[in-house]
């Protein structure tokens, strides 16, 4: 276990490098690493590092999973790419193995893109293209509700969707008839859906079950509940954001399965980050045939939707986490590491929260930056939501050891770091 801080050398010249061709849309990165095996990275330093972050929720098996590497190799060997005049195998099967995983029935389709942003985009134009048949009156618009401290991506329909006023300000005006609702009030969810003072029929809900970048925060299942109930009212669509919470990572395929929501069904359903274990794909699933239909040839569309090494890439991954266990194995990790950090009665960690291995440590202190500069110095990468809140979302494949050596590492975080 490192406890020592780690000294730097290429990684300043590394950064300086980096710093002078690249757009300043991330700000500066923590390290420039460089390879990475299982549960571990090593920067070009030769710093180990235990991640607890798998790439913000994407890296599922790890670094260099041997499955997962000959998956990529083989179908490298024979078609990394074709367009979409044409289909290959991989892309089949996987939209295949989709529907089956969220239970979606017969008739049910999927849209492959390459990222949660363009997953979300996808199903807000399917929510509008829904929206155009409930609409009776041109001067009554329908309308697309999503929740406060929601998160669907940067690009401008998804942008408009989200919450956060400092990242979608700047670029106002946005996708028109978007409203945001309190979330988990479903007193202010219902009185979104009336069309008095010339409110236009909802259209669509779009909504996170756990807002991820908000700081892991967990919607209510009553709240969850109420909200497929106003939609069953009022036809309108359920759009459930899985793209940081899907793919086992939360302790079932998808959170939607989760056993306290009673079996809710979604309409449109988005995926995203671990659904490929580090290359990039994202997608949709509309749950039925006449919902399917809204889609027809141009209607949407990408150069890299349904990629075969991304394909072939999710199938390698799907098949890992089926064969080794890893949705059931994502709970008793969770449990584990939510029950052993609050057993360090570390001073600076108030609570956890969380399912499965999608978690966060809610400070006493808005030091949550300072926290994960102290955190990777001593081997641990991890990453601050807010300025009071640490996530954790390690790779699926962690093990009983990897999580007793992170709760090791966080129990001496020193409770008098800066605040922000």
Not at 180 to 187: I, M, P, R, S, T
Not at 343 to 364: C, E, H, K, Y
Request: hydrophobic letters at 45%; charged letters at 15%.
């Amino acid at each position: 276990m490192a406890t020592e801080a780690q000294p730097l050398g290429q990684d300043a010249a590394w950064l300086g490098k980096y710093d002078d061709v690249h757009m300043h849309v991330f700000g500066t990165p923590l390290r420039v690493l460089d390879h990475g095996q299982g549960m571990r990275v090593w920067d070009v330093d030769g710093n180990e590092y235990l991640d607890f972050l798998a790439g913000i929720a994407v890296n599922a098996l790890g670094y260099a999973h041997p499955d997962w590497c000959e998956a990529v190799a083989q179908q490298a060997q024979r078609a990394a790419h074709v367009s979409n005049y044409f289909a290959t195998k991989p892309q089949i099967e996987l939209a295949t193995k989709l529907i089956e995983l969220t239970g979606a029935p017969q008739g049910s389709h999927v849209y492959f893109g390459n990222s949660g942003a363009e997953a979300n985009e996808a199903a807000l134009k399917m929510a509008k293209l829904y929206g155009a048949t409930l609409q009776t009156d041109d001067a009554c618009p329908y309308r697309i509700l999503a929740l406060t401290h929601g998160f669907h991506g940067r690009t401008m329909g998804a942008l408009s969707a989200t919450w956060k006023p400092a990242i979608r300000t700047p670029f106002e005006p946005l996708v028109p008839n978007i409203e945001f609702v309190e979330a988990n009030d479903l007193d202010a969810m219902g009185a979104a859906f009336a069309t008095d003072d010339g409110k236009g029929p909802v259209a669509a809900v779009i909504m996170e079950l756990i807002q991820g970048e908000a700081g892991v925060l967990p919607l209510d299942a009553e709240y969850i509940r109420g909200v497929r109930a106003l939609c069953d009212e009022h036809n309108a669509l359920m759009i459930v954001d899985e793209v940081q919470t899907g793919m086992g990572r939360t302790g079932a395929w998808f959170a939607f399965q989760r056993d306290d929501l009673g079996g809710i069904t979604p309409d449109i359903v988005t995926f995203a980050k671990g659904v490929a274990g580090g290359f990039p794909m994202g997608g949709m699933i509309s749950f039925g045939e006449e919902l399917s239909a809204l889609f027809s040839p141009g209607t949407h569309g990408s150069t890299f939707a349904g990629n075969p090494l991304g394909a072939a890439a999710a199938l390698a991954t799907i098949g890992v986490i089926e064969r080794e266990g890893l949705v059931a194995q994502a709970n008793e990790r969770g449990e584990q590491l939510r029950t052993g950090i609050m057993a360090t009665d570390n001073p600076l960690f108030a609570s956890v929260r969380g399912r499965g291995l999608l978690n966060a440590i809610v400070l006493t202190r808005p030091c949550a930056h300072a926290s994960v500069g102290w955190a990777l110095d001593h081997g641990l990468i991890i990453n601050a939501p807010s300025p009071t809140v640490l996530r954790l979302a390690p790779p699926l494949i962690a093990s009983e050891q990897d999580i007793n050596e992170a709760i090791g590492i966080l129990a001496l975080m020193p409770n008098d770091l800066a605040t922000e």
